[in-house]
């Protein structure tokens, strides 16, 4: 077995063995006119893999928001603009017109949908 690491956290002290964690308190207490100091120990080992769980799933969550902010956001522009020309062409057919017109109000929709998810994750 590994050596327990000893470290002070604030009021609490620390003892680490392998992948245990705990957490040691101590209270002066009086008693029937005794004196006497109460400690507590706490198994932190469940807290401390729960926080880091919490902080992977965070550092995901950003990694898919810079991925819907590159990977989506770029070529939907790029569609964007180039419908919007299309439906500005009036030489197009009218069935195509028709198409080009709904594509772009879709893409236009779906512009609206990432932004918004984008403005979100700003605010949190």
Do not use: W
Not at 24 to 42: K, P
Not at 75 to 80: A, F, K, R, S
């Amino acid at each position: 077995l590994a050596s327990p690491v000893i470290e002070r956290k604030g009021g609490d002290v620390m003892l680490r063995r392998g992948d245990s964690s705990y957490a040691l308190t101590s209270q002066d207490i009086r008693c029937f006119d005794q004196a006497a100091t109460l400690i507590l120990v706490h198994d932190v080992s469940q807290r401390e893999r729960a926080l880091r769980e919490m902080e992977q799933l965070n550092q995901m969550k950003t990694n898919l928001i810079r991925s819907v902010s590159h990977n989506y956001r770029t070529p939907l522009n790029i569609i964007l603009n180039g419908l919007e020309v299309l439906t500005r062409y009036q030489e197009l057919p009218p069935k195509l017109s028709e198409l080009t017109l709904h594509c772009f109000h879709a893409s236009q929709y779906l512009n609206y949908l990432v932004n918004d998810l984008l403005d979100y994750y700003q605010l949190k």
